[in-house]
């Protein structure tokens, strides 16, 4: 599995709205302001002094506020007296200077884009994202069309540490295997069931009950039919952990240590420990789960 695929496979993430997505420190969209490739960030402070655009989104009214920028040089050369030119050749400005920002705001947004005219003086939005792309800066009306547009975990930078970071529950997982359903209900105390596998076959990980990480990399999991022994106690992986497995897959170096658990069917069975019959590896019964 590739990172992508590891994040959607977790409820957490998966299940996560646009709304939620946006306002992710990890929110990072590719996209282009011209020619150029870039990189879409949300939070930016936008400073008080801007130009207020009124434009529809496919006749959604939004309003668009452009931040001064040294890529817009005629607006630029205009700017501190730009409230005595007139409206027309001020929008005409604009749309010369301007335009990438309003192609790319109409690309992200898949929805096309319609200059109307400057916002009214004074109006001010009850919620607005504010945005960077290169050297430019400005905020857009936040709507449902907006954030439903661009809140996709595909513009998550999954090398942001706020992702990275996350933590998962997981079990190492030493040997699996079938055992009829009477057989588990016949186990007692001090009972030992013989694990040939164990040595022979790399441990792995199951992490959050959905996901397997071996020397092969990060796979889904799959309980099936048979019983786990697992370590008794479940210890943390992290998100950054899992992608770089993804990555560079490696050999797994648990070994098991402590109480164990033979669980199946998302059920422990029994709590044990490891020990040898002759030169056979063996799970001994301790105690058994009810």
């Keep these: 599995m590739k990172p992508f695929e590891i994040l959607s496979a977790l409820p957490q993430w998966s299940r996560l709205s646009p709304d939620a997505i ?34 529809l989104l496919e006749g959604e009214p939004h309003v668009l506020s452009l931040a001064r920028s040294p890529r817009f040089k005629e607006l630029d050369a205009i700017w501190d007296s730009r409230a005595d030119v007139p409206e027309p050749i001020l929008l005409a400005l604009v749309e010369k200077d301007a335009g990438p920002v309003l192609q790319l705001v109409e690309n992200v947004v ?7 005219g400057l916002a009214p003086s004074g109006s001010v939005e009850k919620s607005v994202l504010s945005a960077q792309v290169a050297d430019v800066v400005f905020a857009l009306t936040r709507s449902a069309i907006v954030t439903a547009a661009i809140g996709n975990l595909r513009n998550l930078d999954l090398a942001h540490e706020s992702i990275r970071s996350v933590a998962l529950p997981s079990v190492a997982e030493y040997a699996a295997f079938a055992l009829t359903p009477e057989d588990a209900a016949g186990l007692t105390v001090g ?21 397997v990480l071996d020397d092969g990399g990060v796979s889904r999991y799959n309980a099936g039919d048979l019983v786990h022994v ?46 040898k019959l002759g030169d056979q590896s063996a799970f001994i019964v301790e105690s058994r789960e009810m």
């Design 110 to 116: 898949r929805r096309q884009l319609k200059l109307v």
């Design 191 to 211: 009972d030992a069931v013989l694990l040939p596998e164990l040595g022979t076959v790399s441990a792995r990980l199951i992490v959050d009950g959905r996901l």
């Design 230 to 275: 697992v370590d008794a106690i479940s210890k943390d992986v992290t998100l950054g952990e899992l992608f770089d497995a993804a990555e560079t897959p490696r050999a797994m170096e648990t070994k098991p240590s402590g109480a164990l658990r033979l669980v199946g069917k998302d059920k422990t069975l029994a709590v044990g420990r490891l020990d």
């Design 22 to 55: 946006v306002d992710l420190p990890a929110f990072a969209m590719p996209c282009r302001l011209g020619d150029e490739s870039a990189t879409l960030v949300l939070g930016a402070m936008c400073p008080a002094e801007t130009i207020g655009l009124s434009i």
